[in-house]
Antibody, heavy 119, light 111 residues
Framework: EVQLVESGGGLVKPGGSLRLSCAASGFTFNKYNINWVRQAPGRGLEWVSSISGITNHIYYADSVKGRFTISRDDAQNSLHLQMNSLRGEDTAVYYC????????????WGQGTLVTVAS | QSVLTQPPSVSGAPGQRVSISCTGNSSNIGAGYDVHWYHQLPGAAPKLLIYGNINRPSGVPDRFSGSKSGTSASLAITGLQAEDEAEYYCQSYDTSLSAWVFGGGTKLTVL
């Protein structure tokens, strides 16, 4: 059974930093693209970042480019998101999401971790 | 403002049929990228409902169906049940943004 478990969320002041982690199991982690997708309170879904399997190609949404850094540790089956220079608009539930084999849709989602940016 | 446009809400009585539209442009759906659908119950994570425009993952009832034409796609739900009450999102890829994009979501209310 595929499982994705996020951790690391919490309350942080504007301009601060936070590091999210995702522990994956139930599939061959290093072969798949893994993503972060966020959802602000009462709002829709927004793709944030993606890192490919094997080649480790990295992609970011314009809204986080230059502030967020995605990384993966295939030995530990884990994904990370280093978030710097946080803003109020980054407040959201952050989901760790596995891509399909064709990398065009998201087939498994974690339960999410809440990040709140407020003074 | 989402790249893909969905109606904010739809509603129907139990047993009825409803459909949810998802409109894009020539950079995403119209460029040939597939459309995928997710549903999200309150307080829960989204879950894949339809992939590749028309395909249902294992376990999704055949009451749910998808279609795509031109720059738009549609999700149809027949035989509405109370448990179908949820938020529904479409998703595709946008080549001009180089990003995976979502619709703004549609709240389905079962009357």
């Amino acid at each position: 059974e595929v499982q994705l478990v996020e951790s690391g969320g919490g309350l942080v002041k504007p301009g601060g930093s936070l590091r999210l982690s995702c522990a994956a199991s139930g599939f061959t982690f290093n072969k798949y693209n893994i993503n972060w997708v966020r959802q602000a309170p009462g709002r829709g879904l927004e793709w944030v970042s993606s890192i490919s399997g094997i080649t480790n190609h990295i992609y970011y949404a314009d809204s986080v480019k230059g502030r967020f850094t995605i990384s993966r540790d295939d030995a530990q089956n884990s994904l990370h998101l280093q978030m710097n220079s946080l803003r109020g608009e980054d407040t959201a539930v952050y989901y760790c999401v596995k891509s399909s084999w064709q990398n065009d849709f998201f087939d498994y989602w974690g339960q999410g971790t809440l990040v709140t940016v407020a003074s | 403002q989402s790249v893909l446009t969905q109606p904010p809400s739809v509603s129907g009585a139990p047993g009825q049929r409803v459909s949810i539209s998802c409109t894009g442009n020539s950079s995403n759906i119209g460029a040939g990228y597939d459309v995928h659908w997710y549903h999200q119950l309150p307080g829960a994570a989204p879950k894949l409902l339809i992939y590749g425009n028309i395909n249902r993952p294992s376990g999704v009832p055949d009451r749910f169906s998808g279609s795509k034409s031109g720059t738009s796609a549609s999700l149809a739900i027949t035989g509405l049940q109370a448990e179908d009450e949820a938020e529904y999102y479409c998703q595709s890829y946008d080549t001009s943004l180089s990003a995976w994009v979502f619709g703004g979501g549609t709240k389905l209310t079962v009357l």
